[in-house]
């Protein structure tokens, strides 16, 4: 076991742990400290090899360890560092680092288009929050950006390069998720791009995770494309028995009709479970679903501002109890 100390707070964890996990462990003991875990654009707990590429997860380590109490020298990437016993790390509590992070955020929207009012992923955009918490009133970057028209992945699943950062999620996906691979990043620098080989379509059952695990608006499901903004759906917890996933799904509902189908996200953003593409792009039928009742969005984002979760509980409340006190409003400090 080695014991860490990440903004002030003590945690011991298992060896072999990186920061990153050791944080995320810190904000699931106490939701109060969540604030310490560094964001993620790359790092994905749920796909083997990801991190490393994005930057956003820097941390100081002020001490390296009981051992050799020296500190590292540069900002390390927390999600590719693991813990040393006696380790010393400081995230939001660094003026320096915070600095540092407001760089990386201002270095990933170089090349990113701020379409944030006509792209599908608005409301659920890790990039945007990011932006939002870290990013810079202006951009330095004085040269012409890289653009890039969309493109067609198969029948279900829409490419808009211009909005990748090229964090690999869905390389990964296409790797460890899919069986025979027809996609990855061609070329290097900054002419890299997400291609499928020759235009192939990516044609398997899993290859909609793709669009769960992407972080920005790159990648979008063509079945709901324009289809509503969001935070104006009620996402609902459903299952069916699938014979190829688990079937434990979201259903983003407007009035009776299934707009769109994803995966669960845990706190962190990330899903549960990888689903099946016929739960996700065929199985549009409400009454092809159990119900389980609404879906909590437990990572701070817009769509809980509807506070729809709130009202639902209320008006079933209501029904079963007219003379119940209100439920309490919804308080950001609770997510
Ligand atoms: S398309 Fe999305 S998931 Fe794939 S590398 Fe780009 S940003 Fe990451
Ligand atoms: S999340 Fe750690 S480098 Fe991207």
Not at 103 to 116: K, Q, R
Request: charged share 30%; net charge neutral; with cysteine.
């Amino acid at each position: 076991m080695a014991k860490v100390t990440i903004d002030n707070i003590e945690i011991e964890v298992p060896d072999g742990t990186t920061i990153l996990q050791a944080a995320r462990m810190i904000g699931e003991r106490n939701k109060a400290d969540r604030h310490v875990v560094p964001p993620t654009m790359c790092y994905y707990s749920k796909l083997k090899t990801s991190g490393g590429y994005c930057r956003t997860c820097i941390v100081k380590v002020t001490k390296g360890s009981e051992k050799d109490p020296r500190p590292m020298p540069k900002p390390v990437a927390s999600c590719r560092t693991n813990v040393m016993d006696g380790m010393v790390v400081e995230n939001t509590i660094n003026a320096d680092l915070i600095e540092s992070r407001k760089s990386v955020t201002e270095f990933l929207l170089i090349n990113h288009p701020l379409d944030c009012p006509i792209c599908d992923q608005a409301g659920e955009c890790h990039l945007q929050d990011l932006s939002y918490e870290n990013g810079k009133e202006a951009s330095r970057y004085q040269f012409e950006r890289r653009t890039f028209d969309p493109i067609d992945i198969g029948e279900t699943i829409k490419l808009h390069m211009t909005r990748c950062i090229l964090c690999y999620r869905c390389v990964k996906v296409a790797e460890q998720i899919t069986d025979g691979r027809v996609h990855g990043v061609i070329n290097r620098g900054d002419v890299s791009e997400i291609s499928t080989y020759i235009q192939e379509a990516i044609d398997n059952d899993f290859s909609g995770n793709v669009i769960d695990v992407c972080p920005v608006g790159a990648l979008t499901d063509k079945t709901f494309r324009f289809a509503s903004r969001v935070w104006f759906t009620q996402p609902l917890d459903a299952h069916r028995d699938c014979p190829k996933c688990s079937g434990k799904t979201v259903l983003w509902m407007k009035g009776e009709e299934v707009l769109r189908v994803t995966g669960r996200k845990d706190q962190w953003g990330e899903v549960e479970e990888f689903i099946c593409n016929t739960c996700r792009f065929e199985t549009k039928d409400k009454a092809a679903w159990t119900i389980e009742g609404p879906r909590k969005i437990d990572r701070h984002s817009v769509i809980s501002q509807g506070h729809y979760e709130r009202k639902l509980q209320q008006k079933l409340l209501d029904k079963a109890a007219p003379d119940a006190p209100s439920i309490e409003p919804f308080n950001i400090a609770d997510r």
